[in-house]
């Protein structure tokens, strides 16, 4: 998994609630069993009418709304448990994702993936959203060592929460595997100090 990096970029806008798994990733596209790939499926949905036609008026295609952080309506991510709608997230470009409220799956498979989830208030939720809807090019600053995300355009800032052992894995790029791998000299002499007989 690579590092999180501080992010310094636009967003893209979703205001929409309850957006679910399967409108994040469709069921008919989680047959690969790799994380790649699945960023050209991102939201296909509603990227596309039913005749594939790229649809003019959902916000992907407009080309003013572009970054790596998406900026959604409450209750992101609801609905089934699949891993596959942070990996199709991720490969679309990205690297977090900022909601009034997260499903709880989604929000463990996220960190777990090396994308962020960021919880903000309501009210801080709809000022961004209206600073977006002013200025396409409005920009953020995400700062995951201080647990702060900026809205440069209206001057306006919130700390955000995160379990301390995953802000460790994304800092450092470790999935929980990666992480117990470099605890291995750790394990080995408590094991060496606490052998029976």
């Given at each position: 998994?690579?590092?999180?990096k ?10 929409m ?12 596209f989680?047959?690969?069993?790799t ?7 991102l939201?296909?949905?509603?990227r596309?009418q039913?005749?594939?036609?790229k649809n003019e ?6 080309n003013l709304?572009q970054?790596q952080?998406?900026i ?14 942070a990996?199709?997230?991720y ?10 409220f997260?499903a ?31 200025d ?8 995951l ?5 900026i809205?440069?355009a ?24 990666d992480?117990?791998?470099?605890q291995k ?11 029976i007989?």
């Amino acid at each position: 998994m690579e590092k999180f990096k501080n992010i310094n970029s636009t967003a893209v806008p979703m205001p929409m609630e309850n957006i679910d798994t399967d409108q994040i990733i469709p069921a008919r596209f989680l047959k690969a069993t790799t994380r790649e790939g699945f960023g050209e499926n991102l939201f296909i949905d509603w990227r596309e009418q039913s005749d594939g036609a790229k649809n003019e008026d959902f916000v992907l295609n407009n080309n003013l709304y572009q970054g790596q952080i998406l900026i959604a309506g409450r209750n992101f991510g609801c609905g089934s448990s699949r891993e596959h709608a942070a990996w199709a997230l991720y490969d679309y470009g990205f690297r977090a994702v900022v909601s009034s409220f997260f499903a709880d799956i989604f929000k463990g498979n996220a960190l777990n993936n090396g994308l962020l989830p960021i919880t903000v208030s309501p009210e801080f939720l709809n000022q961004i959203f209206k600073a977006i809807e002013t200025d396409p090019k409005a920009s953020f600053a995400i700062d995951l060592e201080k647990q702060t995300l900026i809205c440069k355009a209206i001057d306006l800032q919130t700390n955000f929460e995160i379990n301390p052992y995953k802000k460790h894995c994304l800092l450092n790029g470790l999935d929980d595997t990666d992480f117990l791998v470099s605890q291995k000299s750790k394990i080995e002499a408590f094991e060496a100090a606490h052998v029976i007989g």
